[in-house]
């Protein structure tokens, strides 16, 4: 069965510091994976799109690695800002699926 | 562009009770899909459609009928609701038909049934 873990849970970090959350996943065939923002009572927004072949994406202060071989994938934030405290979401898609596996999420608060 | 939007914001229903949600993109995106967001799990695809006149079942179609007669309008339909069908619902669009690019999600609908 397809999953996505996503590590930590929930994460407290201070204003300007940085974090990396975790991403595990054994979808097969690999497709792609994207990283999302989702802020309390909204949609989730776009962060990284990265497919096999890519190892490091960067948007703004969000940097996302890939290692497609361990099956594993990190979200680099840099400089936390408030406006950062949100829902990190990891999704992977498998070749030949149109159903994604959604992971659950990583809720991080940025203090001031 | 108003990107994806989605009516109404918030609803209440009772049981056995029918509606529907509504969605629409201004972006000529061929992908549309429904995902149902529940605490403590991840968006969970409740039917997808990759063009007018083409739908498919995701991970939890029962209870849920979709249509897709425009590229524009992507209605989702509780035919009796439950009260297992509480959720927030969003409702994206995506320029790629394969659905494996970027997707664009609207601002969700919170779904109360009682």
């Known amino acids: 069965k397809n999953q996505v873990e996503q590590s930590p849970q929930s994460l407290i970090i201070l204003e300007g510091k940085n974090c990396t959350l975790q991403?595990?996943?054994?979808?097969?065939?690999?497709?792609?994976l994207r990283w999302y923002k989702q802020d309390t009572g909204r949609g989730p927004v776009s962060l990284t799109i990265?497919?096999?072949?890519?190892n490091t994406k960067s948007n703004g202060r969000y940097t996302a690695t890939l290692d497609a071989d361990t099956k594993q994938s990190s979200l680099h934030i840099t400089a936390s800002q408030l406006s950062d405290s949100a829902s990190y979401i990891c999704?992977?898609?498998?070749?030949?699926?149109?159903?994604?596996?959604f992971g659950r999420g990583t809720s991080l608060i940025v203090h001031p | 562009n108003a990107g994806v939007t989605q009516t109404p914001k918030f609803q209440v229903l009772k049981t056995g009770q029918s509606m529907t949600l509504q969605c629409a993109q201004d972006?000529?995106?061929?992908?549309m899909s429904w995902y149902r967001q529940d605490p403590g799990m991840g968006l969970r695809l409740i039917h997808y459609?990759?063009?007018?006149?083409?739908?498919d079942q995701g991970e939890v179609p029962n209870g849920y009928n979709v249509s897709r007669s425009t590229t524009e309008d992507f209605p989702l339909r509780l035919l009796s609701a439950a009260p297992s069908q509480t959720s927030v619902y969003f409702c994206?669009?995506?320029?790629?038909?394969?659905?494996?690019?970027?997707?664009?999600f609207g601002p969700g609908t919170r779904l109360t049934v009682t």
């Open positions: 994206a669009s995506s320029y790629d038909s394969s659905g494996l690019g970027e997707q664009y």
């Open positions: 991403c595990n996943y054994t979808v097969s065939p690999f497709s792609n």
């Open positions: 990265m497919t096999f072949s890519e």
């Open positions: 999704v992977v898609s498998a070749g030949g699926s149109y159903i994604p596996t």
């Open positions: 972006m000529n995106h061929e992908y």
């Open positions: 459609s990759v063009g007018a006149g083409i739908t």
